[in-house]
């Protein structure tokens, strides 16, 4: 493993397979009635939050206490510029703290490679931007292998994953790609045309803008969440078109093969990119992505902060 | 004897064979063998290529206003450095050169500091404000007598405005120099749109945002028989729009900057905001383009856009740090490397791009004038045998930002003459 997370394009197979059976076995802490190991006794983790996300927070807290490391939150409302202090302070504040490693969640894309220049610790990247969100990935991933009965050491060759809406603002989509991709699985992108990148055919995957089709053609299906912000940018006339064209209601979902799974990152727009019954149907994973994020985010600080060492 | 004679031994004028060049009071006198000119300095120039001093359209010294990035001290002892004799000093200052007031004060601060002629471009609107044009008239009568006017770091995205800003200055015979940047279709722009942008998840600013104003531009210019000049063309499309646009025989001209011959996007990949600039770093289909167009004169001339920010302004986030890079100091070598070596100008093409063509836009006198007996004795030596690792922390520029900083580059200024008097002597300030 690199000592940092910042993208999953930089991941080896060999480390996503080592991520991905790490966290299989670190979930069986979770049915314990302890969850605790002592792993990281001594070493701090810092949750530096520049944008609101209380999910995934948690969900890296969580982790860390899990593995006994000490965690400090350091939520900073808005930008570095807003508050005055530059993201470089803000590195060298927590560089004197002794931060070992510093899990930063950031509006602005590559807000972590920067902060990786600044920092001695490991940076883990908790989505930066419409650039990448690494763990997001690992636990899909994990999520995928888990459903279609796959366990340690298998990838996810021949699966078909089939990824939904706004990829253009998406980390979650960027990192899906490139990490699913390495993993073996089929990727297809399926949007409208505004909402994806204008230059991607360089990118492992194929790409479609119609849902219909794709859809008997998928073993996994991810729906992106739509922005707000999106919603009155002329991206698309309007939200009901939008669930018309782009959401996966129930109709659609019997067009799905019958073992197929829905996934959805959250938060959800119920309604919009989901249909109530479909987030709720026994299809959907999208209870288990959060229980799965804590396993997979504990095996990333292990890895990047224990090491094999510990390990053995 | 007076510190403006001199007799330059075995240069190569334009890169031809070598001969004296000899400079009495201020002026060259003869090209030939100068053994004989008495209370003259003599300086060995074997092997060294004389070119006239270097003229940039496109400079940002930052004064008045930000002091803490570049003076015009600073900023004009790195264009001397850089073989430079004149720049034009971008009106994006604080207070913006709008009026004749600003304007004079920057052409007497450059006299001031000496170390080359500084010529201020005015603003086309109010404050930059893209609404009310500036006072043209006042400006152009002033000391500083300016002739070229640009809201640049702001398009005059105003189709009217603009219009009316060709038409105005057709009175003096002066040239508005557009900043080409469709607005609506760059808010938030990060860095060029395309295969790069889409995999970085940073907000793309299209090609077609440039190309469709210089079209519109061009076309206007056209249509009052006025004279438009394009900042920093960056897209393979500029060129061919301004290659049509002079087939038609309209007053179309436009510059390039040395980083746009030279580096591509796919530097961003690191997030290091030293790549980011505005119009931003474009792809290798567009440098090739860009370099086809100088050669061929589709491109008028190399001019630096030099941008200096403080270390503060870029040590963030890619997405609020300052656009901008420095460039006066490593122009011509990034020239030689992008357009001599490659074959695409010959040295004589050279002074062309980056002395007579700037000049003659730029309207100035006494710059740009061919390496010939009578002409002002504006000239730089350079040794274009040398090559080093550029190292921004040595350069006479207030900033470091410099995109170049680490990379070896071929080439080095090792003495510049303004009116014969010397600014640079071996490679440093005369």
């Known amino acids: 493993m690199n000592r940092h997370l910042i993208s999953a394009a930089d991941l080896s197979k060999r480390d996503a397979l080592l991520v991905l059976d790490t966290a299989e076995e670190l979930a069986r802490v979770a049915d314990r009635p302890i969850k605790k190991l002592p792993t990281l006794r001594g070493r701090t983790v810092v949750n530096l939050f520049f944008e609101d996300s209380t999910r995934t927070r948690i969900s890296f807290e969580a982790a860390a206490k899990r593995l006994s490391a000490d965690v400090i939150n350091f939520a900073v409302k808005g930008s570095s510029v807003a508050k005055g202090e530059s993201l470089k302070d803000t590195a060298l504040t927590l560089e004197a703290m002794g931060a070992d490693a510093v899990v930063v969640r950031h509006s602005a894309s590559g807000a972590p490679h920067r902060l990786a220049g600044?920092?001695?610790?490991?940076?883990?990247n908790a989505g930066d931007g419409w650039?990448?969100?690494?763990?997001?990935?690992?636990?899909?991933?994990?999520?995928?292998?888990?459903?279609?009965?796959?366990?340690?050491?298998?990838?996810?060759?021949?699966?078909?994953?089939?990824?939904?809406?706004?990829?253009?603002?998406?980390?979650?989509?960027?990192?899906?790609?490139?990490?699913?991709h390495l993993l073996g699985a089929e990727v297809a992108l399926v949007a409208p045309p505004t909402l994806l990148p204008i230059a991607i055919d360089d990118w492992p995957c194929s790409v479609s803008y119609d849902l219909d089709a794709a859809l008997p053609k998928s073993d996994v299906v991810m729906m992106l969440r739509i922005q707000q912000e999106r919603m009155?940018?002329?991206?698309?006339?309007?939200?009901?078109?939008?669930?018309?064209?782009?959401?996966?209601?129930?109709?659609?979902?019997?067009?799905?093969?019958d073992e197929a799974i829905v996934m959805h990152p959250g938060p959800m727009n119920r309604g919009v990119e989901i249909a109530a019954e479909v987030a709720d149907s026994p299809r959907s994973t999208i209870v288990e992505q959060v229980a799965n994020g804590v396993s997979v985010r504990m095996a990333v600080l292990y890895l990047l902060l224990g090491g094999l060492e510990a390990a053995q | 004897m007076t510190d403006t004679s001199w007799v330059i031994k075995g240069a190569r004028p334009l890169g031809a064979g070598p001969a004296d060049i000899t400079i009495t009071d201020g002026t060259i006198t003869a090209i030939g063998?100068?053994?004989?000119?008495?209370?003259?300095?003599?300086?060995?120039?074997?092997?060294?290529?004389?070119l006239p001093g270097l003229v940039d359209l496109h400079t940002h010294l930052r004064e008045p206003g930000r002091e803490d990035a570049e003076t015009i001290e600073t900023g004009t002892l790195a264009a001397a450095l850089g073989g430079f004799t004149a720049v034009h000093a971008m009106a994006n200052t604080d207070p913006v050169a709008d009026t004749a007031g600003v304007t004079e004060q920057i052409?007497?601060?450059?006299?001031?500091?000496?170390?080359?002629?500084?010529?201020?471009?005015?603003?086309v609107t109010v404050g930059l404000g893209g609404s009310r044009l500036a006072e043209?008239?006042?400006?152009?009568?002033?000391?500083?007598?300016?002739?070229v006017f640009s809201d640049d770091g702001s398009c005059v995205a105003d189709a009217v405005l603009m219009r009316r800003a060709l038409e105005y200055v057709k009175a003096f015979d002066g040239v508005i120099a557009q900043h080409a940047q469709e607005p609506r279709l760059t808010e938030g722009a990060q860095m060029n749109e395309g295969a790069a942008s889409g995999r970085l998840g940073l907000a793309g600013w299209p090609a077609v945002a440039e190309e469709a104003i210089i079209a519109r531009d061009c076309l206007l210019a056209a249509h009052v028989g006025s004279a438009l000049h394009i900042c920093h063309v960056s897209t393979a499309g500029s060129v061919e729009i301004i290659r049509w646009a002079k087939s038609k025989?309209?007053?179309?001209?436009?510059?390039?900057?040395?980083?746009?011959?030279?580096?591509?996007?796919?530097?961003?990949?690191?997030?290091?905001?030293?790549?980011?600039?505005?119009?931003?770093?474009?792809?290798?289909?567009?440098?090739a383009a860009l370099r086809e167009g100088l050669a061929d004169g589709t491109i008028d001339c190399v001019a630096t856009d030099h941008a200096p920010h403080p270390v503060e302004a870029k040590e963030t986030e890619w997405a609020v740090a300052a656009f901008g890079m420095t460039g006066l100091e490593t122009a011509l070598c990034v020239v030689q490397e992008a357009m001599v070596d490659t074959g695409l100008l010959s040295w004589a093409e050279v002074a062309d791009r980056m002395s007579a063509r700037p000049a003659a836009i730029g309207r100035l006198s006494g710059q740009g004038e061919p390496l010939a007996p009578g002409?002002?004795?504006?000239?730089?030596?350079?040794?274009?045998?040398?090559?080093?690792?550029?190292?921004?922390?040595?350069?006479?520029?207030?900033?470091?930002?410099?995109?170049?900083?680490?990379?070896?580059?071929?080439?080095?200024?090792?003495?510049?003459?303004?009116?014969?008097?010397?600014?640079?002597?071996?490679?440093?300030?005369?």
Not at chain 1, 118 to 124: F, T
Not at chain 2, 107 to 123: I, M, S, T, Y
Not at chain 2, 255 to 266: I, K, R, V, Y
Request: glycine share 10%; aromatic share 8%.
């Open chain 1, 118 to 124: 600044w920092v001695r610790g490991s940076v883990i």
């Open chain 1, 131 to 180: 650039h990448e969100h690494p763990t997001q990935a690992l636990l899909d991933a994990f999520t995928i292998r888990g459903r279609f009965g796959r366990g340690s050491g298998e990838a996810l060759d021949g699966l078909r994953v089939t990824i939904v809406g706004d990829v253009l603002h998406s980390r979650v989509a960027r990192s899906n790609v490139w990490l699913l």
């Open chain 1, 232 to 257: 009155n940018a002329a991206y698309f006339p309007s939200v009901r078109e939008y669930s018309r064209r782009y959401g996966l209601d129930t109709a659609r979902l019997r067009q799905l093969p």
């Open chain 2, 33 to 50: 063998d100068g053994a004989g000119q008495r209370g003259a300095q003599a300086i060995d120039a074997a092997g060294l290529i004389a």
């Open chain 2, 107 to 123: 052409w007497r601060l450059g006299r001031a500091a000496g170390h080359c002629d500084v010529q201020p471009v005015g603003a």
């Open chain 2, 136 to 147: 043209f008239g006042a400006m152009a009568e002033s000391a500083a007598r300016v002739r």
């Open chain 2, 249 to 287: 025989g309209w007053r179309v001209t436009a510059e390039a900057t040395p980083h746009h011959l030279l580096l591509t996007d796919d530097l961003v990949a690191s997030y290091d905001p030293v790549y980011k600039v505005n119009p931003p770093l474009r792809t290798a289909a567009d440098v």
């Open chain 2, 375 to 430: 002409s002002p004795a504006n000239l730089v030596l350079y040794d274009p045998a040398a090559s080093s690792a550029v190292d921004p922390a040595g350069h006479a520029s207030r900033s470091r930002n410099s995109p170049f900083a680490g990379r070896t580059l071929p080439g080095q200024v090792v003495a510049t003459f303004l009116r014969g008097r010397a600014t640079v002597l071996d490679g440093k300030p005369a």
